[in-house]
């Protein structure tokens, strides 16, 4: 349930409105926004308190949120949220792009990609230390030593990091070195997980479940949420569907859907969504077209020897400094801002396209 006050209400009207709330053992959740202020009620309300706030002086509607997820509405957070992070905004119009390879092999490896992204104009180092693999003999991730080595190639580079935390255990860990918090789509609905992550004090990359509904997904949002931690992202990186050609089928639709529902930043993966080389560049620049506030992408010095056998769908460092170029000349056409350094980007010459 929301009150809705005018902001034109004085500031006392909005105390005592605050006051009720309270005093019948609930939480409130504020959202000013240009026009109206949203009171948000959370936990269970007694149906008269609905009429009682409706009654009270400033009040001008109250309005009951019949979605099973309440702090991922936008009915109850009208305004997009803005994360910020250092000098790094995600939402509000900034295009925010994370880039970097799929798993952490080496300290000179993720340190010439953490120069090759920043070089490029990326804000953030993608690199995972822990992998969830379909397989038990697969790749499994450097542990410990992979959150060090990215943080320190971070750091240096002048770059944030993230990276996938797997179990409620490794939060904690993670946390202290990486500055962005992932969640896989095979752990979307990890609630032991979701429930640790609100209280990490990390902003979260919620990735969308390869079979989850957009209601699945927000529901798995509000569980960090209602934890305590504000500042999610959802990820759209491709649904299962019955086409081979593809590893997934990206969900362009899932962006300005989820949008509408939800005032949460949202990312893109073409990389999972495609599973193909060729297929990354369209799609993100089809995503950023579709309003994504921003692009987590694969880039790997050697894609065709990377230890977690995804080189198949990342980018050559020359194809990712290219379509840095190509979308700071989208960007502004869709209403978001991004810029590169060109000059820096020239040092990507070298490497042959495939």
Sequence with gaps: MIAILSNQAPEEQLQEVIRVIENEGLSVHLSRGADRTVVGLVGTAEPRLAEHLRQMKGVEDVVKITKSYKLASRDFHPEDTVIQIGDVKIGGGELVVMGGPCAVESP????????????????????????????????????????????????????????????????????????????????????????????????????????????????????????????????????????????????????????????????SDPSHGTGRRELVEPMAKASVAAGADGLIIEMHTDPDNSMTGDGVQSLFPDQFAGLMRDLEQLSPIVGKSFSTKKAEAESFKNWAIV
Excluded: W
């Design 108 to 267: 000179e490896q993720i340190d010439e990609i953490a120069r090759l992204v920043k070089a490029a104009g990326g804000q953030v180092l993608r690199g995972g230390a822990f992998k969830p693999r379909t397989g038990p003999y697969s790749f499994q991730g450097v542990g410990v030593e992979g959150l060090i080595m990215m943080a320190e190639a971070g750091k240096k580079h002048g770059l944030l990091t993230i990276t996938e935390v797997m179990t409620p255990e490794y939060v904690d860990i993670c946390a202290e070195y990486a500055d962005i918090l992932q969640i896989g789509t095979r752990n979307m609905q990890n609630f032991d997980l979701l429930r640790k992550l609100g209280t990490c004090g990390r902003p979260v990359l919620l990735k969308r479940g390869f079979s989850a509904t957009y209601d699945e997904l927000l529901n798995a949002a509000e569980y960090i949420l209602a934890g305590g931690n504000p500042d999610v992202m959802l990820c759209e990186r491709g649904i299962r569907t019955f086409e081979p050609y593809t590893r997934n089928t990206l969900d362009l639709a899932a962006i300005p859907a989820l949008q509408s529902l939800s005032h949460l930043p949202v990312i």
